[in-house]
């Protein structure tokens, strides 16, 4: 079966510019996660959906940051404004059933 | 203080040794263990999942978990070049809520 699929791989965009990067998960997997990983870091989790409901987003910055999924399938992950700060890999993951999580290649954004 | 502690390395060791890799955590909540493994530019790649304490074995990897002391371990047995990654260890409190990772553990494996 084909994995979770992100796009795009990279970006590079100027500080205060707005960003957005999409999520498709395995098929047939309810709950998806963004995870942000700074460089020589673990991965930290943003948000968590069960379906299309956000069940767990305490750590996602809520002044620039938003999400969502739609029909509880692809997801979409923005920031406006982006800082310097959000350089970084933003990995999405899925699972079904609360089973493992299964990670996508993630998107590299690079803000200058 | 971080909830996972995990050895940063660099580790570097020859093709064929026994490689240990280990993490610390604080949360005795945490009941589901992980260890993924991450080449570069790529995202996470699960390898070994517990649940609760004792140990598993898959293929060359044994990954052990003893609650008691919040310590868990991922042994690689034959250590082969393609091995050469970051490798994750990973915790959660209840199956599919957020995992909590280690910063992760930079090993190369000289052939």
Not at chain 1, 54 to 80: H, M, Y
Not at chain 1, 91 to 96: I, K, Q, Y
Not at chain 2, 63 to 77: C, M
Request: proline content about 6%; some cysteine; charged content about 20%.
């Amino acid at each position: 079966e084909a994995g979770v699929v992100q796009s795009p791989r990279y970006k590079i965009i100027e500080k205060k510019q707005p960003v957005a990067f999409w999520c498709n998960p395995i098929s047939g997997h309810n709950t998806l996660y963004w995870y942000r990983q700074n460089l020589g870091q673990g991965p930290e989790l943003l948000i968590r959906y069960e379906n299309e409901e956000a069940v767990d987003d305490s750590q996602l910055p809520k002044d620039r940051f938003s999400a969502e999924r739609l029909k509880g399938v692809d997801s979409t992950l923005k920031i406006q404004p982006a800082e310097l700060g959000d350089s970084a890999v933003y990995l999405c993951a899925s699972t079904r059933d609360q089973e493992t999580q299964y990670f996508g290649p993630g998107t590299r954004l690079l803000v200058l | 203080q971080k909830e996972v502690e995990q050895d940063p390395g660099p580790l570097s060791v020859p093709e064929g040794a026994i490689v240990s890799l280990n993490c610390t955590y604080s949360n005795s909540a945490f009941q589901y263990f992980m260890w993924y493994r991450q080449y570069s530019r790529k995202g996470p790649e699960l390898l070994m999942y517990t649940y609760s304490s004792g140990n598993k074995e898959d293929g060359r990897f044994t990954a052990q978990v003893d609650k008691s002391s919040k310590y868990i371990s991922l042994f690689i047995r034959d250590s082969q070049p393609s091995d050469s990654a970051t490798y994750l260890c990973a915790m959660s409190a209840t199956s599919g809520s957020r995992l909590t990772f280690g910063e992760g553990t930079q090993l190369t494996v000289n052939p």
